[in-house]
């Protein structure tokens, strides 16, 4: 069994199948993805002790009526409902950025600026999470931390991934294509020599 296919909180709806029903260790177990001695150890008391029971019925993981149907067939199995809002998908859109990194957003700002100039604001403002206006303070370098701002790759700072940057990167180069425009040389690697 899936993870996708398990009831919410596998344990405790176990606790509570045990206690409310006459369904057998194996009927539990599968329902629950669990190994049968398992449920017979929480049965006996031996695991999850203290765990109070969850009910699956009032949360509308199974129904009454197939409990009944499978307490009175052995082989019978417990269907799971499935949710009635599926999973989302989030988009693509401006995601957040955990404080402790937020200072770290105008360095990497500042080294998409410098090394892929074929970005537009949108993008990066897309890829970091930041706004077109922080974007162009940073490029003016009239941002309020100018000069503690030195460019370092957001990939590595945790900013953005290398795929979304690669995509971005690819997506702008496609668009100067098109245009008729140069395609900018990809950056040079970095080195820490000093000058």
């Known amino acids: 069994m899936d ?4 009831p ?8 509570w199948l045990i206690e409310k029903t006459a369904l ?7 329902f629950c993805g669990m190994h049968p001695l398992e449920v017979q150890a929480i049965a006996d008391g031996e695991v999850a002790a203290g765990i109070v029971g969850y009910d699956p019925v009032a949360n509308m993981q199974v ?4 409990i009944k149907r499978c307490e009175a067939n052995p082989e019978s199995r417990l269907r799971l409902i499935p949710p009635a809002m ?9 995601r957040y950025t955990p404080v402790a990194k937020r200072n770290d957003r105008p360095d990497g700002i500042a ?9 537009s604001e949108g993008q990066i403002a897309k890829l970091m999470g930041t706004t077109k206006d922080t974007i162009q303070k940073v490029r003016d370098r009239t941002h309020w931390n100018s000069p503690n701002i030195k ?11 290398q795929t979304d940057l690669h995509e971005a990167v690819t997506a702008a180069n496609d668009r100067l294509a098109r245009e008729g425009r140069a395609v900018p040389p990809p950056p040079m690697p970095e080195t820490d020599e000093a000058a």
């Open 111 to 119: 080294f998409l600026l410098r090394n892929y100039p074929q970005l």
């Open 86 to 94: 599926p999973a989302v998908k989030r988009g693509r859109g401006a």
């Open 3 to 6: 993870v996708m296919t398990l």
């Open 8 to 15: 919410l909180m596998p344990k405790a709806t176990a606790v």
């Open 151 to 161: 460019p370092r790759d957001p990939v590595i700072l945790g900013l953005c991934t």
């Open 24 to 30: 057998t260790f194996t009927q539990i177990a599968d």
């Open 63 to 66: 129904t009454a009526d197939d």
